[in-house]
């Protein structure tokens, strides 16, 4: 079936740096792909619509500037946290669906990031 | 008023036992509901759509109420793999992908 990979899948870094998380479609091609976080024992929160080719659709409350997404191809797309700070340690996803998979959305395995 | 509400829980259950979460959805419109699943630090995976009038997967049976805007899931003869924990999720949209989720409740079947 198909698989939406993401890497790293865990990362820790200190305050004030940027880390960039990618998000591939395998075996698809992912013309919209999603990026959510979840803090511990609460929902996934979408942050932003990341569509191939052009910039993303981000949602009420996040920093586009801060959270800069990147859909470049149509297997890939980047989340960079900017100058992390340790409140934004979370557990980031992202999710696909494109041409060949149907009605399922896939979702990758998740990035654990830690700030220090 | 959050678009997506469940009881957190948790439910602790033995093995054998029925049990059934239930979640409210805040956007009458809203066009596509799922139950997803999700194991601890893991990502959710599609557990079963649900359908107005009503599916069952094996042992697990899920059903939607539009006029009360209410969807529920029923997992009978619980495994102790059944653990995890249980995501309510709503497509708002016709147009779009976009999935709101619940935060979740969670499941422990013990033996």
């Known amino acids: 079936g198909a698989v939406v990979s993401q890497h790293p899948s865990w990362v820790i870094c200190k305050s004030g740096t940027s880390v960039k998380i990618e998000c591939r479609s395998l075996d698809f091609q992912a013309t919209t792909m999603f990026w959510y976080r979840q803090f511990p024992k609460q929902s996934l929160m979408l942050m932003a619509t990341?569509?191939?080719?052009?910039?993303?659709?981000?949602e009420q409350g996040v920093e586009k500037d801060k959270f800069l997404i990147n859909h470049a191809s149509l297997t890939l797309s980047t989340l960079t946290v900017t100058s992390a700070h340790p409140e934004d340690s979370s557990f980031y996803i992202c999710s696909a669906r494109g041409t060949g998979t149907g009605n399922t959305i896939y979702f990758g395995e998740g990035s654990w990031l830690t700030v220090v | 008023r959050k678009e997506v509400e469940q009881d957190p829980g948790p439910f602790n259950v033995p093995e054998g036992a029925t049990v059934a979460f239930n979640c409210t959805y805040s956007?009458?419109?809203?066009?596509?509901f799922f139950w997803y699943r999700q194991d601890c630090r893991k990502e959710p995976k599609l557990l079963m759509s649900v359908y107005s009038s009503g599916n069952e997967d094996g042992r697990f049976t899920a059903q939607l109420n539009r006029a009360s805007q209410y969807i529920s899931l029923l997992i009978r003869d619980s495994k102790l793999s059944d653990s995890a924990t249980y995501l309510c999720?709503?497509?708002?949209?016709?147009?779009?992908?976009?999935?709101?989720f619940g935060t979740g409740t969670r499941l422990q079947v013990f033996p």
């Open positions: 990341s569509n191939e080719g052009s910039k993303a659709t981000y």
């Open positions: 956007n009458s419109a809203s066009q596509s």
């Open positions: 999720v709503v497509n708002p949209t016709d147009n779009t992908d976009k999935l709101i």
